[in-house]
């Protein structure tokens, strides 16, 4: 169970990932804003921009492959202090 909450997502697909929910609010909220002033509704701008955030919500929060798509190669861990001397000890 634990595997599939571990999602991979590299420091590009965050970047991309924050710069596309930030678009898709800001779009439907300006949407949402000028219908709603013209229409005289409010309940319908809001209903605009809660499509907006479920959309982005549907977009981002998933592990697409797309936000890993520049994997981090990480170093190999150093042995500690400890695990030196001991095996020079030995």
């Keep these: ?7 991979a997502i590299d420091f590009e697909g965050q970047k991309r990932a924050e710069y596309l929910y930030q678009s898709i609010i800001l779009a439907f909220a300006l949407i949402g804003f000028v219908v709603g002033f013209q ?10 921009f809660a499509g907006g955030v479920a959309l982005s919500a549907l977009l981002v929060l998933p592990p ?11 170093l190999e861990e150093k042995k500690n202090t400890t695990e030196i001397l001991n095996e020079k000890l030995t």
């Design 39 to 48: 229409l005289q509704s409010l309940l319908l701008s809001f209903q605009i």
């Design 1 to 7: 169970m634990a595997d599939w909450f571990e999602w």
């Design 64 to 74: 697409w492959s797309f936000y890993n798509s520049h994997p981090v190669q990480w």
